[in-house]
């Protein structure tokens, strides 16, 4: 916001000869002056802070969808192992981000490889970063890894959720956003004195920062465990392990949902920011904008993915739905800020057919992921990476990264090519920074046998084996096929035969 501004000087000479000490009133004038600019200024922030503090609110709330939607997904018996890993990817990233996570990050200035400051948030606040920003990413941390935790569910030892969701937030995530939010980034659209091909990458909200990360990290997760038992029968086809409650599922779906709108209008970080003085036009437009992007994209996924299963299938899936509808909030999320709402219909229904198309893969494959993250978050995520590059509109990219006028746009638009490559190189190094630093640590688990439970542990569930009991009483699909031990039933109400008068 630009500031007040007063002269005395000029003032007093305004005032005119009749005024009695004109130099003292333009004095006491200016002096209200910059009191009132100051309040404007001061308001500014407050609101800005706000705005920011809310947003992360709304994305730590996603910590109960994603809970919410995991137990819901996963077995009866597994539901507080579940709900157990959920709290704790809160709770040690919120550690461990605070230590390491954010300096590596944020911690400016630094190279383009890692952040050298702001370890245990020393020094800030900063007139860069404030508490709020912190806690803002700080939720974003916990995301990527919480992504990581549905695709190893049902078979991975509590000790291994501790030491990966450690690692993950306070190392391996902060470096790739680093690398394309921090303004010295080697790749960031925010670093204007050195863009990656002239335009950086435009990752708005994470698609691959934040979805690709998590997505791949389950993708190594998963792929060294292996499947569930009984996922796949001796014949290699593939088995359903339902989840036990479709009403969790939605339930997690609609509080992601929700969460969505601090997600991605909330990366803007600052509302208060007119584009045009006086205009009714600023980044409370984008903000608004960038909601209903996000709710189309959603939106169109959502009912692709209905019409699509249906003919493949037969049946109207509930589950497949909500899997969808994330789907397309994973892939919209990089270009929210910076395509029309038409593009957004586009970016949801080809997120559909990618989901689809990467869990019919996953069949062929044997690979098994409980909540199809690696194939929703990892193959969605890059789609909307790319997406972005086709389709970014000029003037949106100027408003939203300004300070570098002439940046290459989307493809489709007209802009060329370079956004493109850039955005190809993106996908390509958050593939190989993941798998270089997350495929080691869950190999080196497994081969210490930390890593995954064993058959016993697994078919009995992990609820009453390693967490002392079971979450309620219940009767899951495959309870037939348990070993001898405990076994729970549905109790059905006896018909009764009234008795004569």
Not at 164 to 186: A, E, I, M, N, Q
Not at 352 to 363: E, F, G, K, W, Y
């Amino acid at each position: 916001m630009a500031s007040l501004s007063c002269s005395a000087d000029d003032l007093a000479q305004l005032l005119g000869p009749n005024t009695t000490n004109p130099t003292a009133a333009a004095a006491y004038l200016c002096s209200q002056f910059s009191t009132i600019s100051d309040k404007f200024t001061d308001t500014a922030y407050a609101v800005d802070s706000t705005y920011l503090l809310f947003s992360a609110y709304l994305v730590f709330s996603m910590q109960l969808g994603f809970a919410m939607l995991c137990a819901g997904s996963v077995r009866a018996k597994n539901t507080m192992n579940i709900m157990l890993t959920n709290v704790l990817d809160a709770a040690a990233g919120g550690l461990f981000y605070y230590l390491f996570g954010f300096a590596f990050a944020f911690g400016t200035p630094s190279n383009g490889f890692i952040g050298r400051h702001f370890f245990g948030l020393k020094d800030v606040p900063t007139q860069s970063f404030d508490y709020s920003s912190f806690l803002y990413q700080w939720a974003f941390a916990i995301a990527a890894a919480g992504i990581t935790s549905g695709s190893i569910a049902e078979r991975t030892q509590f000790v291994a959720y501790l030491i990966y969701s450690s690692f993950l937030t306070g190392f391996v995530y902060p470096v790739v956003s680093h690398w394309f939010w921090s303004t010295d980034g080697w790749a960031s659209a925010f670093n204007t004195d050195n863009l990656l091909l002239g335009s950086g990458v435009i990752d708005f909200a994470g698609s691959g920062v934040v979805h690709m990360v998590g997505g791949i990290a389950g993708l190594w997760g998963a792929l060294i465990e292996g499947p569930r038992i009984g996922r796949f029968d001796h014949s290699g086809r593939s088995v359903m392990l339902r989840g036990h409650s479709a009403s969790l599922v939605v339930l997690g779906t609609f509080l992601l949902w929700f969460g969505w709108y601090g997600f991605n209008p909330g990366s803007f970080t600052k509302i208060l920011s007119p584009y045009s003085s006086g205009s009714y036009y600023g980044q409370w437009s984008a903000v608004g904008r960038t909601a209903v992007t996000t709710t189309l994209a959603g939106s169109t996924a959502a009912l692709t993915t209905l019409f699509s299963k249906r003919i493949l299938s037969g049946h109207w899936n509930v589950t497949d739905v909500c899997n969808g509808l994330l789907g397309g909030f994973a892939a919209i999320t990089a270009g929210c800020s910076v395509v029309e709402p038409w593009a957004a219909i586009i970016c949801g229904f080809v997120a559909a057919v990618v989901l689809i198309s990467c869990n019919r893969l996953a069949d062929k494959l044997k690979f098994d992921d409980p909540l199809e993250a690696a194939q929703l978050h990892g193959g969605c995520g890059a789609w909307g990476i790319i997406f972005t590059a086709l389709f970014a509109k000029e003037k949106y990219v100027n408003e939203v990264y300004p300070g570098k006028p002439g940046r290459p746009y989307g493809l489709f638009m007209g802009g060329g090519g370079k956004l493109l490559v850039a955005h190809v190189i993106q996908i390509l190094v958050i593939v190989g920074w993941v798998s270089a630093t997350m495929g080691p640590l869950f190999f080196a688990l497994h081969k210490l046998k930390l890593l995954r439970i064993s058959a016993e542990d697994e078919m009995a569930g992990m609820d009453m084996t390693r967490h002392g009991g079971f979450a309620y009483i219940y009767h899951d699909d495959d309870d037939d096929l348990q070993k001898p031990g405990i076994q729970l039933r549905k109790i059905e109400p006896r018909a009764t035969t009234p008795t004569s008068v």
